[in-house]
């Protein structure tokens, strides 16, 4: 268990993260596959079973859906706290970045880390819109610094991956792995074997009582990725990873990173074990899901990605963990220097790219903000009929903020409605800035339909109405 200092320097760390996260973005909301998570959570706060059956469902997780169903009592206001939860997510990231840094490498290599990883633009724009690809990094990171502060931890490792592993399948395989590595170890492994089956059989159980298929969210998200034309399989892997780590790290980060971990190998192998360990791991069950059919994502690959920010740091202060006489420390500290010089030259750079995300999530959360004010009066709340909104990605937000089945928000891209409420965007803008994906299916359409009229309206959106 962790020491109450170090729980409280944990602490400390998640609240700065998540103020500088905060001040760096402005604002946050949750995005499609959550909003989904809250909506079906709701469903069971009220006795329903949730409807995974519309189109475009995004995969179930069960740890989210159990996540709406504790918030929703809140209602419309569950997704201000998944907000909040989001923020102290990239807080926690940053918070667990260091003190992993810090126990392989040395305060200073942590701190860099931990700098470098919430500052990345990829990660603040995942950890803003509360993708669930946040909290399982933290879930895997605390897993990882417990098993380096004792070597075969055992049980809570494992509870930590088994939480990681109701968000994403791929802590079921790190967890394998951690079940074998102590048996041969010599630990007995019955108990640690039956914790580390309990995600996959839950998440299973879960799907067989809700869809009636305990592989429903593996046939889903084949037929999800189908249908938005992801990439997949195992051959796509060797070209995608490198690119997509790229442009999560930036190229000053890997720099760092080849240097901190090809010194840490030569000098410090014990601390990089661990390290070189789970970045293999990571990488096997990204290519385990691309062989299976499921979608190639950037955001599938934040643990690995963590890893080089942590290596990166390695490089730039990986020297401080070296003995004082040690003959490399010298020529360490001054490819250490090298490796911060250039991070400090791409920093404008790198501050371009958080300035735009700030924009970007600015001008969708008041596209949003509009959207929910008028979904708050009639006709959006006077259940005047079917609701239809000009494509797929208001769906579940409607059905949060109005309390309905998602069946009842449709997408125009469907079907033309004869009668009810039609949401229609105001201007190019909102078409541009509101699409669930660049092939969402069909062609986002503008056009109201005969016989309905003009209800209501603000900068973002126009209500017509037939009832």
């Known amino acids: 268990m962790p020491k109450p200092p170090q729980l409280l320097l944990f602490g400390a760390l998640t609240v700065v993260g998540a103020l500088l996260a905060w001040a760096m973005v402005g604002t946050g909301f949750a995005n499609y596959d959550t909003v989904y998570s809250l909506v079906w959570g709701a469903d069971l706060a009220h006795g329903r079973l949730p409807d995974y059956d519309v189109p475009v469902a995004p995969t179930p997780h069960p ?12 209602g419309a206001g569950a997704e201000t706290a998944v907000v909040v939860g989001a923020f102290a997510s990239l807080g926690a990231l940053a918070a667990l970045t260091f003190q992993l840094g810090a126990h392989w ?44 502060r004792r070597p ?41 074997i039956l914790v580390a089956a309990a995600a ?26 189908a249908v938005l034309e992801r990439k997949t399989g195992l051959g796509n892997v060797p070209l995608t990873v490198p690119r997509r780590l790229g442009e999560i790290v930036r190229e000053p980060v890997l720099l760092g990173a080849a240097a901190g971990g090809l010194l840490s190998l030569a000098f410090l192998r014990e601390r990089m074990r661990l390290a070189v360990a789970a970045g293999v791991l990571a990488l096997g069950a990204f290519c385990v899901l691309a062989a299976a059919g499921l979608p190639i994502l950037g955001r599938y690959l934040l643990l690995p990605a963590t890893l080089l920010v942590i290596a990166c740091g390695a490089g730039a202060f990986g020297w401080t963990a070296l003995a004082r006489e040690h003959p490399w420390r010298r020529r360490w500290q001054i490819l250490g220097a090298l490796v911060v010089l250039v991070l400090l030259a791409f920093t404008p750079r790198q501050v371009e790219r958080v300035d735009a995300l700030r924009s970007s999530i600015g001008i969708q959360r008041d ?32 059905a949060l903020w109005l309390e309905r089945p998602p069946r009842e928000i449709v997408s125009a891209q ?18 541009r800035n509101f699409t669930l994906d660049p092939k969402d299916p069909g062609v986002l359409t503008a056009e109201v339909p005969r016989g309905f009229a003009r209800a209501a309206q603000n900068p973002s959106w126009v209500i017509y109405a037939r009832c």
């Open 63 to 74: 740890l989210a859906t159990l996540a709406g169903l504790v918030l929703a009592p809140l």
């Open 105 to 148: 490498f040395g305060p200073a290599a942590g701190a860099l880390a931990a700098l470098v990883i919430l500052t990345r633009e990829p990660v603040l724009s995942f950890g803003v819109r509360a993708y669930l690809d946040v909290p399982y990094l933290v879930l895997v990171l605390a897993a990882l610094l417990a098993e380096a």
């Open 152 to 192: 075969r931890a055992g049980v809570a490792v494992l509870v930590l991956l088994g939480l990681a592993g109701l968000l994403r399948p791929e802590a079921w395989l790190l967890s394998a792995a951690y079940v074998a590595y102590l048996r041969l170890s010599g630990e007995r492994v019955l108990v640690p």
């Open 200 to 225: 996959p059989v839950l998440w299973a159980l879960s799907d067989l009582a809700i869809a009636g298929d305990p592989l429903y969210s593996l046939t889903g998200t084949r037929e999800g990725a």
């Open 367 to 398: 596209i949003r903000d509009d959207l929910q004010a008028l979904a708050e009066r009639p006709p959006l709340r006077s259940r005047c009929g079917p609701v239809t909104v000009p494509n797929h990605r208001p769906v579940p937000l409607l």
């Open 414 to 431: 469907l079907r033309t409605p004869r009668r009810g409420v039609y949401v229609d965007p105001a201007s190019p803008r909102v078409e």
